[in-house]
């Protein structure tokens, strides 16, 4: 069965702080661990990642892949307010469909 | 961009009775949808796995007959909640995916909070 841990389960933060979150996985043919932000309704998709050793960006987020390890690690530098969510990371299974399996989630407070 | 929506946004029922939430490809047709249920302060755990045309597949612990999904178009799924009872108040999401873009690539729609009181 597909496992898929992330650490911490929750952190606050204060405005310019860095953050930086874990997602851990066990999975039988790996493809792409994909992250989402999660805030009062449905996670939105933020990056997926294939390869080992790059990194992907968008503006103050970067993710970065580990094949041997078996992780990958979010960061968000300069904190806002706004980065508040929940941050979850998923695995595409290789059942019919490629059903996600989820993390459970990192729970983020960036206070003012 | 792709879009889905569900439908209602939010949903308070009495104890007994069945919902039905509705959930929609608007721009896309998808080929397979996925029912989420999520718990406060929890992930999303993914209840069913539904192709257009055929039954859903539903996961381990998961009622079928609780939870009826119907995919009859490749741009409408529903799950019904039968017989709701307050333990089954939770968020629920689908997600969508086309048969045509990245296999691993989804679209969640807005969700769906329902209360059985």
């Known amino acids: 069965e597909d496992k898929v841990v992330q650490s911490p389960l929750s952190l606050v933060v204060h405005e310019g702080d860095t953050v930086t979150l874990n997602c851990s996985y066990e999975v039988t043919n790996f493809r792409s661990l994909l992250w989402y932000k999660q805030e009062k309704k449905a996670p939105t998709f933020l990056f997926m990642l294939t390869s080992s050793g790059i990194e992907k960006k968008s503006g103050r987020l970067s993710s970065i892949l580990d094949k041997k390890e078996l992780f990958s690690i979010l960061n968000i530098t300069a904190t806002q307010t706004g980065d508040s969510a929940i941050y979850l990371c998923a695995v595409p299974g290789r059942a019919a469909g490629n059903k996600l399996t989820f993390g459970g989630g990192t729970r983020v407070l960036v206070k003012p | 961009g792709a879009v889905v929506s569900q439908h209602p946004s939010r949903v308070i029922c009495k104890s007994g009775t069945s919902v039905k939430i509705e959930c929609r490809s608007l721009d896309f047709q998808a080929t397979t949808m996925f029912w989420y249920r999520q718990f406060p302060k929890q992930s999303l755990m993914l209840m069913a796995t539904s192709n257009e045309g055929s039954k859903a597949t539903y996961e381990q612990g998961v009622e079928k007959d609780k939870f009826l999904i119907n995919h009859a178009s490749l741009t409408l799924s529903t799950l019904t909640v039968t017989s709701a009872h307050p333990e089954d108040s939770s968020f629920y999401i689908c997600?969508?995916?086309?048969?045509?873009?990245?296999?691993?690539?989804?679209?969640f729609g807005p969700g769906t909070r329902l209360t059985v009181t």
């Open positions: 997600s969508a995916r086309s048969g045509t873009g990245d296999p691993y690539e989804q679209y």
